[in-house]
């Protein structure tokens, strides 16, 4: 393998960060990173945070110096787009002209964002948010006073809502189901973050419907229609109704998906020459019995290149990790480890109302998932439990006072 050509197609957060594993593992042949963004792979959790604040710049988010690239032998190509896969001829074609060939490919082409198919969806100031430009458009339209409407109170709707008010702009979001965060979180949780934010001035309409964006005379996005017949004006809009594979490379050159690209724990997908990284993929998650799970978090990303590049340089696999992820709105941290998956009751440790807590889920005594607010040894601990399968002490772990150190059998 180590004289020969890796080509990884998406240099996004799992592309970058298998290109640089590959290299520190000692791989000595050619690495070609192909991604249709122009800019070297970047973080894009700050985009909804701290990016969108203006606290951190472009040059900050990057995972590696434009430099290192070049130093560590890793060819870019960039601005390139690829529209197929020959699987029979090993090869990438690019968008235009021009194909590359590869003797084992990584795909890491990650999600892109839900459209909603509502009238007025294609009206001026209507964003979305999955990369570096959508986060500079969507930075240059929210201002002081003007009112922003978010369609779904998901994670980056609620991160980009907590950042518009600090931008000082009105905010107004719109959740069809019966609360925020619904997919992903309990209700406690749920409940929790939004009190937190209507106390701090967002208005939050759940269990409606959008119907229609309307335009003023210019075409641009002047107000909601929600399906129980409310208008709520707005200025600006962003949809954050959920994101969706990039699978479409994947499954014209045959490979198995099932709403993302099918991988085991090796990231190997139907094709033995062809790995499959990141938000793409669809993958199984032993602690939770092998099943199937797409994740898009960062951490899975993360794990997912350890894997690949593991195979593919004929290392030990690496051990499987909880899954985790993080959300930072106002002053809040929250952590969330594991997947309540049929936990049989729900522990909560901790004040809510001192905005630091955690809620633990727990099947036979055994932690689930952990999601903590403003708690990282709850966080820490809960992960170690996930993986230990270790029974807990109901009656200490409900104890802020015992320390979790103290909580297991
Ligand atoms: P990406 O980083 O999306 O990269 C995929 C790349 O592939 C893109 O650059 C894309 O342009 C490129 N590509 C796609 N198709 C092609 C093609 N045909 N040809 C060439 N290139 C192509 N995760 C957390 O854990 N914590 C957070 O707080 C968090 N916050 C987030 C906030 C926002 C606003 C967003 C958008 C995501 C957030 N995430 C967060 C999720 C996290 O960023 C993703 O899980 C992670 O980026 C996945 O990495 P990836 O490489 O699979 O996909």
Known sequence: MHSQTIVILGAGHAGGAVAALLRQQGFEGSIILIGEEAAVPYQRPPLSKAYLKGEVDAESLKLKSDAYYHEAGITLRLGAAAKAVD??????????????????????????????????????NIHELRNL??????????????????????????????????????????????????????????????????????????????????????????????????????????????????????????????????????????????????????????????????????????EQAKQATAALLGLPAPPPEVPWFWSDQYDLKLQIAGVPFGADEILVRGDPGLAKFAVFHLKDRRVQAVEAVNAPPEFMAGRQLIASGRTIDKVKLADPAVSMKAVAD
């Open 133 to 302: 430009a959508d986060a500079e458009a969507l930075k240059a339209a929210i201002e002081p006073g003007r009112r922003l409407l978010v369609i779904g109170g998901g994670y980056v709707g609620l991160e980009t809502a907590a950042s518009a008010r600090a931008l000082g702009a009105e905010v107004v979001i719109v959740e069809r189901e019966a609360r925020c965060l619904a997919r992903v979180a309990c209700e406690p949780l749920s409940n929790f973050f939004q009190d937190y934010h209507r106390a701090r001035g967002v208005e939050i309409v759940t269990g409606a419907g959008l119907e229609a964006l309307r335009g003023d005379a210019h075409g641009f996005v002047e107000a909601a229609e929600l399906d129980d017949g409310r208008l709520l004006p707005c200025d600006v809009a962003l949809i954050g109704v959920g994101g969706q594979p990039c699978d479409e490379l994947a499954r014209a050159a045959g490979l198995a998906c099932d709403g993302g690209v099918v991988v085991d724990l090796e990231a190997r997908t139907s094709d033995p020459a062809i790995f499959a990284i990141g938000d793409v993929t669809r993958r199984p998650m032993p602690l939770y019995g092998g099943r199937m799970f797409r994740l898009e978090s960062v951490p899975n990303a993360l």
């Open 87 to 124: 699987r029979a001829a090993k090869v990438v074609l690019l968008e235009g002209a021009g194909e590359v060939a590869y003797d084992a490919l990584i795909l890491a082409t990650g999600s892109r964002a839900r459209k909603l198919p509502v009238p007025g969806a294609d009206l001026r």
